[in-house]
């Protein structure tokens, strides 16, 4: 049997279990999700843009010609470039929904998920 790892979408509170390097674009149309993408998921238009709640992977070369490099650091990767080869958390933003709630540029619609601290004031 396959190795299989959870896959859950920020901040939608979307979960699904895949098979071992699944396409995360894949994982999410498993969840119920639809992405957008206008390549066909050859990783060249830039519409299934996520970012990766600890991202460990490469990019491939389609998303270091298409995105900056702090992008990259940051984790940003293409939906349809990125395998699963662990358990994840993704977030997606609207813009990277085909039916988005909100309008805007994908890479702004993302809001820091993670923590910055406990300020009072």
């Known amino acids: 049997m396959a190795h299989e790892h959870r896959v859950a979408f920020l901040p939608l509170g979307v979960k699904t279990t895949v098979a071992d390097q699944e396409r995360i674009f ?8 639809d992405l957008a993408s206008e390549c066909g998921g050859r990783g060249t238009c830039g519409r299934c843009l996520i970012r990766l709640i600890r ?7 389609n998303e270091v010609h298409l995105l900056s490099q702090g992008k990259l ?5 293409f939906a349809c ?4 080869t662990r358990d ?11 039916s988005p709630t909100t309008e805007g540029d994908p890479e702004e619609a993302f809001t820091d998920p ?3 601290g406990n300020k009072k004031g």
């Open 26 to 33: 894949d994982a999410a149309g498993a969840a119920g999700l």
């Open 73 to 77: 650091d940051q984790g940003f990767r």
């Open 114 to 116: 993670t923590p910055t």
């Open 88 to 98: 994840l958390k993704v977030f997606v933003p609207d813009m990277t929904l085909r």
């Open 81 to 84: 470039q990125t395998r699963v």
């Open 55 to 61: 991202c460990d992977t490469e990019p491939t070369g």
